[in-house]
């Protein structure tokens, strides 16, 4: 079965400071691999995606995130949080990007201290 | 674009009682998502439809769910004879390739 690991439920930071989301997968084939971020009352937001064309993905808010195969990881970074990247961010995973069923993580809260 | 509309916001219902949702994709989208969110938990796909075929549906997904979406534009969710364990976010999604759109959801509680 396809699934998505991200290792903490919770993470904060100063502002200022970097963050690291950390995502690992499990997939039989090369998957797509996506992060979403969800503020309160709000809708879900694609941030970046990864098909296969480039290790190191850019998305929007200043976030990219990091393709290892070799580790099956997919982590999140960004150089230096702002108070409005507080939101709960989730690891997802398009297991054989044929079909539909796109998998998501448990999520990750991140709290932005000031 | 309008964005993904989903109605209504909230619904509170006693179990036993039929509920339905609906949901307006952005127009030009082919694709539409449902997915169940619980506090806490990441979202949990339902069921998908391309244009207005259902091409995938969860294997979790009980006999008591049914969704529609008969013209290929919006679609319908039904939960028949709610029960507690139903009390979740209903999220709907589309798109027209692998970039989804989420409207806000419907928060559902069943008492």
């Known amino acids: 079965a396809q699934s998505v690991t991200q290792l903490d439920s919770h993470v904060s930071v100063s502002e200022g400071t970097p963050v690291l989301l950390r995502c690992n997968y499990s997939?039989?084939?090369?998957?797509?691999l996506f992060w979403y971020v969800q503020h309160p009352n709000k809708g879900l937001q694609l941030l970046l995606k990864?098909?296969?064309?480039?290790?190191l993905v850019k998305g929007i808010n200043g976030f990219e995130a990091e393709f290892k195969k070799s580790e099956t990881s997919f982590h999140l970074t960004k150089p230096s949080a702002h108070m409005s990247d507080a939101a709960e961010y989730f690891c997802?995973?398009?297991?054989?990007?044929?079909?539909?069923?796109?998998?998501f993580g448990p999520g990750t809260r991140l709290s932005v201290l000031p | 674009d309008t964005g993904v509309s989903q109605d209504p916001r909230h619904k509170i219902t006693k179990r036993g009682q039929n509920v339905t949702f609906r949901c307006d994709p952005i127009?030009?989208?082919?694709?539409l998502y449902w997915y169940r969110q619980t506090l806490g938990q990441g979202p949990e796909f339902l069921t998908y439809?391309?244009?207005?075929?259902?091409?995938?549906k969860s294997r979790l997904l009980s006999d008591r769910f049914s969704a529609e979406r008969p013209k290929g534009s919006f679609s319908t969710l039904e939960i028949q004879r709610t029960e507690q364990g139903d009390s979740a976010m209903y999220l709907c999604?589309?798109?027209?390739?692998?970039?989804?759109?989420f409207g806000s959801g419907t928060q559902l509680s069943v008492l």
């Open positions: 999604a589309s798109s027209t390739d692998e970039k989804l759109f």
């Open positions: 997939s039989s084939y090369s998957p797509s």
């Open positions: 990864y098909t296969s064309a480039a290790t």
């Open positions: 997802v995973v398009n297991p054989d990007n044929y079909g539909q069923n796109f998998v």
């Open positions: 127009s030009e989208h082919n694709r």
């Open positions: 439809f391309q244009n207005e075929a259902q091409l995938e």
